[in-house]
């Protein structure tokens, strides 16, 4: 039966105190120009890394994502099936060269200009079930004595003498964790997964500006004997603060095609993800800072039509409330802005419309109030999902 539901748009605000949970390349603070003042960013990739092993934990399966999968291979023979090491590497190598995926040998540490035999690397980085790394090794376990005569992998035109179709039919394979997030890999055929989630960056909903922290590390030594002077370190970090706004949706209609429309697995990896997005948090320099808050507002909307992100409520940034801070003029900005947008929209695409948050005033524009995530989530599912008896994956 075709579900009337297809997007669950989620939306959170959050506020952050001094940290730096996504930084770039020179380890500055990701930011962005938007509304002609400069905001504070998190990537989608760094808050969906984060989103992900979360999610993992909470349905019970893993994920692998590796140029390294020969290595893996090998590795699991030596400790768990203790394996000889040179068998087990060239393995290894033979299962990662056995694909459509092209290869590279890794280079010797010592010697730039040299190759390791037996240690292979992909130029596409697969992306597998962690329970795919012992089926290979299984199939490994299968060909023992065909590897054991086979020749060591020195080049990339050198052939595997593992079977190519059952190495791929294992790559091919995916778990809840690809069913959601998707997969690309176009080398080998039918191995794609379209993700049914997209996650926007994360951005401050007022201008922010970037701190620079000087700090030094004293010498314990010299600190006791006194004998010199000065610290035995000194640096700098880059870090912000503020309020974010933070967007996903779910494609339900994408999800039950890659779960195959199974309406236990359907609700499942849509409550693990509801849930994760909104306690999870990116994890750079959480031993400096700490920044472990909880969202002060997570809404929720179950839509027929298309996803609709609330960012531009934020385009005009907002200003601190005369108490000082940006979470509540943020939290009563969306309000007004999803408000807006549904009436100008009509709201006959709305299955259901809800929120949690801190506020002790209603949230007129966000939908039905509840006291907590958990009921939040359990409400928007009971609005997206058709009902099913306990136990029925049919």
């Known amino acids: 039966m075709p579900m009337a539901a297809r997007f669950i748009d989620i939306h959170i605000i959050q506020s952050v105190p001094f940290a730096n949970l996504n930084r770039d390349d020179t380890n500055s603070v990701k ?8 905001r504070t960013r998190v990537s989608s990739q760094s808050w969906k890394r984060a989103v992900r092993g979360m999610f993992e934990d909470r349905i019970g ?7 390294r999968i020969g290595e893996r291979v090998t590795r699991l023979l030596i400790e768990e099936r203790q394996w000889p090491l040179d068998l087990a590497e ?5 299962t990662a060269a056995a694909s ?26 697969v992306y597998v079930p962690q329970s795919a790394v012992a089926e290979l090794a299984d199939l490994a376990e299968e060909y023992r004595e065909t590897l054991q005569g086979a020749k060591d992998i020195k080049k990339p035109a050198d052939k595997s003498v593992l079977p190519v179709d059952r190495v791929e039919a294992v790559l091919r394979s995916r778990n809840g964790v690809i069913n959601l997030f998707g997969r690309m890999l176009a080398e080998i ?24 922290d000087y ?55 849509t409550a693990a993800f509801l849930s994760s997005f909104i306690l999870s948090l990116p994890q750079a320099k959480k031993n ?47 309000s007004e802005y999803a408000e807006t947008a549904n009436r100008l929209l009509g709201t006959s695409s709305i299955l259901g419309s809800g929120w949690a948050g801190v506020d002790t005033k209603d949230l007129d524009g966000l939908g ?25 994956a049919a």
Request: no cysteine.
């Open 368 to 392: 039905t109030r509840h006291t907590s995530f958990d009921t939040l989530i359990d409400a928007a599912l009971d609005n997206a999902l058709p009902a099913h008896p306990a136990g029925d």
């Open 100 to 125: 459509s995926i092209k290869f590279e040998l890794a280079k010797d540490p010592a010697d730039a200009k040299q190759s390791v035999p037996n240690k292979v690397l992909t130029n596409a980085m």
């Open 61 to 67: 399966q893993a994920a692998l994502r590796t140029r």
């Open 288 to 334: 400096s800072t700490a920044p472990h808050t909880i969202p002060d507002l997570a809404h929720i909307s179950v839509r027929t039509d298309r996803p609709l992100s609330y960012a531009a409520a934020f385009e005009s940034p907002v200003t601190a409330s005369g108490q000082g801070g940006f979470a509540g003029t943020s939290r009563t900005a969306l």
């Open 31 to 38: 930011t962005v120009q938007y509304g002609n003042v400069l």
């Open 189 to 212: 055929d039918n191995a794609g997964v379209d993700g049914a989630v997209q996650v926007a960056h994360a951005l401050t909903t007022h201008e922010t500006d970037v701190e620079l």
């Open 215 to 269: 700090f030094s590390a004293v010498d314990d030594i010299t600190a006791a004997w006194g004998d010199q002077t000065g610290s035995g370190h000194m640096g700098h970090s880059e870090f912000s603060a503020g309020t974010f706004y933070r967007y996903a949706t779910i494609d339900l209609r994408d999800l039950a095609a890659n779960t195959g429309e199974n309406p236990a697995e359907l609700r499942e990896l």
């Open 90 to 94: 060239k393995a290894g190598a033979h």
